[in-house]
């Protein structure tokens, strides 16, 4: 299963790179209690830059069938804007009353569609291998406590 984060802030340019080490600090954290609780692990995470902030690709693995209400969910408590995840979940509702089941591409980050018309500007660049770090050692930290309680 992959997780698609879309974190965006008012003033990225401005916020300082120490307060987007806690904010990817702080995903890695929740990262781990829902590898503990729920035992969804994940297995690769990328994240790349934008105009407004970051888009997080989390690679899961899980040993049971995950249904896309489950992935907005955690996507929520992953911190992604809550205003996407509404019209994922409007999506979701739809397409199985309308349709008997979901549309496989009912969770696309907006760059993934504007990347379709040619003009996506989605990049890796050293603040968003900076925040991917502070996710895995959010996420890493969290589980040693988890292991030593």
């Avoid at 297995?43 to 069938?65: M, P, S």
């Amino acid at each position: 299963m992959k997780l698609k984060l879309d974190i965006d802030f008012i003033d990225k340019d401005n916020l300082g790179v120490q307060y987007l080490k806690v904010v990817g600090w702080e995903i890695g954290r929740r990262l781990a209690l829902i590898d503990a609780f729920l035992c969804i692990s994940p297995e690769a995470i990328k994240v790349r830059e934008t105009k407004h902030g970051f888009h997080i690709y989390i690679d899961t693995l899980t040993n049971f069938d995950v249904t896309p209400e489950l992935i907005v969910a955690l996507q929520l408590l992953l911190k992604s804007d809550w205003k996407r995840e509404m019209f994922n979940l409007r999506r979701i509702l739809h397409d199985k009353k309308h349709n008997g089941k979901v549309s496989p591409d009912w969770n696309v980050l907006f760059m993934e569609k504007k990347a379709l018309a040619n003009d996506s500007k989605e990049e890796r660049t050293e603040l968003s291998d900076t925040i991917a770090e502070a996710i895995i050692n959010g996420y890493e930290e969290q589980m040693e406590l988890l292991i030593d309680d």
